[in-house]
């Protein structure tokens, strides 16, 4: 509600995923404390959002969009003067590589500017009249309301902006919980929000899930419901709407991304992309390739290679120059790729790299798993890490099933330049995911064109524009003429 509150109750520690060796005893460095609030803090900030959308003409909600925008410029300027002290706490939070965290806070940058000019254009075409069969009528595009914007950890800064940003620059208001890792770096902004936006606009929550938002669905107050995560994280929350039909739901969920290789397919482009699509970022990306179809006929040479290409991949902390692998965040997790590995081991798969698989407190060394089949975990659960399962096929078919049996929908890529055989792919995909890339890596930019999925993987379209549409609704005032 336009002020910074100091915590005087329970706080969590901030665990880097960078270890430090004390006389011998290695453990993650502490970098820091956030506020564990309980649910009247979290509802304390939900009322002010709920305050600052009632109230009358002229205020957020119904403020010109030239208001709105000169607003968000004016953080986006604040946003700046940041970048270092955020850029630095992507790396020791998440262990972003350097030039990724870089990239990141760039991006997010050109994502506001691009919004604003979209919303620029989006509000040349929606505020006219119109007349049609005697109705005349003036068109409105409006905000939906309160919204809730949760982020991921791999992209703690840029993927919760593409729905914090939207939300607010089309009139709602908002409170907006950070990430669980990737909390300490919305702390050098907090000024820059409250400085920038009108009592109430825009509300910050640290704290468990459980007892912050789930407090917050309870009341029923909420009109949107923005997360990026997991579709059980989703899930458990949205349940606890009373009345669920109510909330919009703009959700980037789940995905297990596959690449098809054909026997045709450009081998050094297919490595190149497959081993960035896997492995950048140590595979935590959502948009990452987490399953490699290889046609049978090239999967040894396509092996081959890929393990050359692997061992150029350098491991190492985020600010050393090249490095892409890195120490992973989330806790418990070096044990459970660790467990994904062993399972399709006893299932007859291999570790094909010298190394693959160990572990060290924070670190895994990739593992590349071959021959892997339907009868392992790693075919269907989504590991977001460097774990990478390759699936040697004789048909065709039997890739194009995997993908229609999936549970998820993001993207996938196709590795062929077989015209027609490609084709055929398109027409058979078509209906199962958000986007097909061809010869190409998955992934989610240019974030003017549409970022969605579908089954499990996304609910609404998350891009520059796209994203304006689904923070808002068109209504209208209409009149007979006489
Ligand atoms: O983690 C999910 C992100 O949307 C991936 O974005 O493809 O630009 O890395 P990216």
Same mark, same amino acid.
């Given at each position: 509600d336009g002020e910074l509150l100091t915590w005087e109750g329970e706080m969590s520690e901030v665990l880097s995923p960078i270890c430090i060796n004390d006389g011998g005893h290695i453990s993650q460095k502490c970098i820091g404390h956030t506020p564990l609030l309980t649910s009247q803090e979290a509802l304390h900030a939900l009322d002010a959002a709920v305050k600052a959308y009632d #109230?009358? %003409?002229? !205020?957020?909600?119904? #403020?010109?969009v030239g208001s709105r925008i000169h607003h968000v410029e004016k953080f986006l300027s604040a946003m700046r003067a940041k970048r270092q002290e955020v850029v630095n706490l992507l790396m020791w939070e998440i262990g972003k590589p350097l030039k990724d965290a870089e990239k990141e806070f760039d991006r997010t940058c050109v994502y506001i500017e691009d919004t604003i000019n979209q919303l620029k254009e989006l509000d040349r075409n929606s505020a006219r009249f119109d007349t049609e069969e005697g109705i005349v009528a003036q068109i409105r595009r409006v905000p939906l309301g309160v919204a809730l914007c949760m982020g991921p950890?791999?992209?703690? #800064?840029n993927e919760t902006f593409t729905t914090l940003i939207p939300a607010l620059i089309m009139g709602n208001t908002v409170v907006f919980k950070p990430a669980k890792y990737g909390v300490l770096l919305i702390k050098p902004l907090l000024e820059a929000f409250r400085d920038s936006f009108p009592k109430g606009v825009i509300n910050i929550i640290y704290g468990r899930g459980r007892d912050t938002v789930g407090a917050m669905m309870e009341t029923g107050k909420l009109d949107v419901f923005a997360f990026i995560g997991t579709n059980k994280g989703a899930n458990d929350l949205k349940k606890l709407h009373p009345k669920p039909h109510r909330l919009r739901s703009i959700l980037g969920l789940d995905a297990k991304n596959p690449a098809i290789v054909l026997p045709d397919a450009d081998l050094e482009v297919a490595i190149q992309e497959c081993i960035t699509g896997s492995l950048s970022f140590n595979g935590q990306r959502c948009t990452a390739l987490k399953i490699l179809f290889v046609h049978d006929s090239i999967a040894d040479v396509f092996i081959e290679k890929y393990l050359q290409a692997l061992q150029k991949l350098q491991m190492g902390m985020p600010w050393e120059a090249g490095v892409s692998l890195t120490p992973l965040p989330e806790p418990g997790k070096t044990e459970y790729l660790n467990g994904l590995v062993q399972d399709a081991q006893q299932h007859g798969a291999k570790v094909m790299n010298e190394g693959g698989g160990l572990f060290n407190q924070t670190y895994f060394h990739p593992a590349v798993l071959y021959? @892997?089949?339907?009868? %392992?975990? @790693?075919?269907? !659960? !989504?590991?977001?890490?460097?774990v990478v399962p390759i699936v040697p096929f004789s048909k065709v078919q039997e890739a194009i099933d995997y993908v229609r049996d999936s549970n998820y929908g993001q993207q996938l890529s196709i590795f062929s330049q077989d015209a027609e055989a490609v084709a055929h792919l398109i027409d058979s995909f078509a209906n199962q995911v958000g986007r097909i890339n061809l010869n190409a890596q998955c992934q989610r930019g240019p974030d003017t064109y549409p970022f969605n999925g579908r089954k499990d993987s996304a609910e609404g379209t998350l891009s520059v524009g796209d994203a304006l549409r689904a923070f808002s609704i068109r209504i209208m005032v209409a009149s007979k003429m006489n």
């Open positions: #109230l009358g %003409m002229g !205020e957020w909600p119904t #403020l010109s950890f791999n992209y703690p #800064l021959p @892997v089949n339907a009868a %392992m975990r @790693v075919y269907r !659960e !989504e590991q977001f890490g460097p």
